[in-house]
């Protein structure tokens, strides 16, 4: 097994592409510890299914917004397990469409600290613990292309997500490498609340592959850059879209 011994991180678990990435690590011999903040049963019941194929796993409720919501999830996996290896961060999201003219100063802030602060906390709690190993971070083709309509704050965080990704693999290294995964539209709820059917339909006709994608093409690709598979690549920011976009 690829990550047999190894503990992962993976915040934001509880649903959608962190809780994929939470089972693939998982299948993978990784000892999973999951954040969530409102996601309990997606969580919990990805901590079942783990524990049921004989793998182990715990889930902690957190807001990685805050310091001691970070504090209590890098505790608790160095408590259980000894120590991390794998950080996934995937916790992030839109929280409503705006334009600049719409967009107050507080919905600014709340994206940049759901998308960029909470992984920068991570990071830099993780560190002491995190010795040798790798850190994927989620960023989103929308830090490429600028996000669709009223997502600018978004894709602003996600773009810093990308130079964070890029400055701290070359902080890091060599023991701690660090790559970014760029996703396009996945079948998520993220899109399920935020992004039109008729928008989704459109994607699927300008696509290559002629199809949304789902959480598990993105697992697998954070399972690539977590294991040694991809023990020479660091500071990448890789595109998951379906050939939309070519970086």
């Known amino acids: 097994m690829k990550l047999a011994g190894k503990t992962a991180i993976v915040t934001g678990g509880g649903r959608d ?15 999973v510890v999951i954040n969530y903040f409102a996601s309990s049963d997606g969580a919990d019941s990805a901590v079942a299914e783990i524990k049921a194929a004989g793998g182990k796993a715990i889930a902690l409720q957190g807001d990685l917004n805050t310091q001691e919501g970070v504090d209590a999830l890098v505790a608790t996996a160095v408590s259980e397990f000894g120590g991390v290896d794998v950080l996934v961060n995937n916790t992030g999201g839109l929280i409503a469409r705006k334009t600049i003219a719409e967009m107050s100063l507080d919905h600014w802030n709340a994206v940049m600290e759901l998308n960029l ?33 009223g997502s600018v704050a978004y ?20 023991k701690i490498r660090v790559n970014a995964v760029c996703p396009g539209m996945i079948d998520t709820d993220f899109h399920n609340i935020h992004t039109a059917d008729a928008a989704r339909k459109g994607f699927e006709a300008a696509a290559p592959v002629k199809r949304q994608g789902v959480p598990e093409d993105v697992a697998n690709l954070v399972l690539f850059l977590a294991c040694d598979d991809s023990a020479f690549i660091t500071g990448t920011n890789m595109d998951i879209n379906g050939g939309v976009v070519f970086s």
């Open 17 to 31: 592409i962190g809780r994929a990435c939470a089972l693939k690590l998982a299948s993978e011999g990784a000892n």
């Open 155 to 174: 894709a602003t965080s996600k773009g810093a997500v990308m130079t964070l990704t890029r400055g701290l693999a070359k902080e890091l290294g060599p």
């Open 117 to 149: 602060t909470s992984t920068f906390l991570m990071i830099k709690a993780c560190l002491p613990h995190l010795k040798t190993g790798a850190i994927v971070n989620l960023a989103s083709q929308a830090g490429r292309d600028g996000g669709g309509p």
